[in-house]
């Protein structure tokens, strides 16, 4: 099988967001099909949306994975599930996000699934991770090219929501 490499971007805001993290990552690294080969460091981030609660703890994840698309996001939404996330209000908080930023060679908008991720090139809390592990990375479907050119073109307004490392790379 043909194994594609994929970003993967992670988030949690209740509990122990450091376990969360730590726990899907274990899980998608279990997976029969999935690989995990980079992980940011950890970094703690004011809420996006919906900014009324507690703080994230976000990393992103470079897989190699032989599954789908389609087939990923309902592993990720699985392994949300099994850690009990709930989703009760549109952006609020949760024990564990895992959301497809980009997957080799796709683009793709469909109602549950976008690839590159819309919001992508509107999050420093992903931008910076995604940067720190794969700064060469072509985005494609998006004007600019590479990760590292994105983030530096994050507008001022965005650029100023708290971004801290938590913990640096090898956390796990």
Not at 1 to 25: C, E, P
Not at 34 to 61: H, M, R
Not at 102 to 112: D, N, S, T
Request: some cysteine; overall charge negative.
């Amino acid at each position: 099988m043909v194994r594609k490499v994929v970003y993967l971007s992670l988030g949690s805001n209740i509990g122990d967001r450091l376990r969360y993290l730590t726990q899907a990552t274990q899980l998608l690294s279990e997976h029969l099909h999935i690989c995990v080969t980079k992980i940011s460091s950890v970094y703690e981030t004011s809420a996006w949306g919906l900014v009324d609660q507690d703080d994230f703890y976000n990393i992103v994840l470079e897989i190699e994975t032989s599954l789908l698309p389609k087939e990923l996001l309902e592993v990720c939404q699985k392994i949300e599930s099994d850690l009990e996330r709930t989703r009760k209000i549109h952006w609020g908080p949760r024990t564990i996000d895992i959301d497809i930023l980009l997957y080799e060679g796709v683009q793709l908008r469909e109602k549950f699934l976008t690839i590159p991720h819309k919001y992508l090139l509107e999050r420093p809390f992903v931008t910076i991770p995604l940067a720190e592990i794969a700064p060469d990375e072509c985005m494609e479907g998006v004007e600019i090219s590479t990760v590292a050119m994105q983030h530096s073109k994050l507008d001022d307004k965005c650029r100023k929501v708290g971004v801290e490392i938590v913990l640096p790379n090898k956390w796990r």
